[in-house]
Nanobody, 115 residues
């Protein structure tokens, strides 16, 4: 069994920064892709950023230049540094990891950006 635990969400003023963390534990064999998705009220879940096991990153156009995803493979951890936050970034952020055994999700962490 695999568990993903996120941390780092909260309330921040527009223009501020937050850093999300997600650590995986349990029966981990190989993590191929780590990612952060987000879901705003009334909207579908969307990819914010992802990083492969060789460090290739992908970003949604709406976060390019403001968000940075990174990973510490030794710690089975993925981070999302979010700068210049906007009210439109308000959402529940979910950690996702694609492993050899399957696709796993965290419980989500709320990010609220006040204008």
């Amino acid at each position: 069994q695999v568990q993903l635990v996120e941390s780092g969400g909260g309330l921040v003023q527009a223009g501020g920064s937050l850093r999300l963390s997600c650590v995986a534990s349990g029966n981990i064999f190989s993590i191929h892709v780590m990612g952060w998705y987000r879901q705003a009220p009334g909207k579908q879940r969307e990819l914010a950023a992802s990083i492969t096991n060789i460090g290739r990153t992908t970003y949604a156009d709406s976060v390019k230049g403001r968000f940075t995803i990174s990973r510490d493979s030794a710690k089975n951890t993925v981070y999302l540094q979010m700068n210049s936050l906007k009210p439109d970034d308000t959402a529940v952020y979910y950690c996702n990891m694609l492993m050899t055994w399957g696709d796993y999700w965290g419980q989500g962490t709320q990010v609220t950006v006040a204008s």
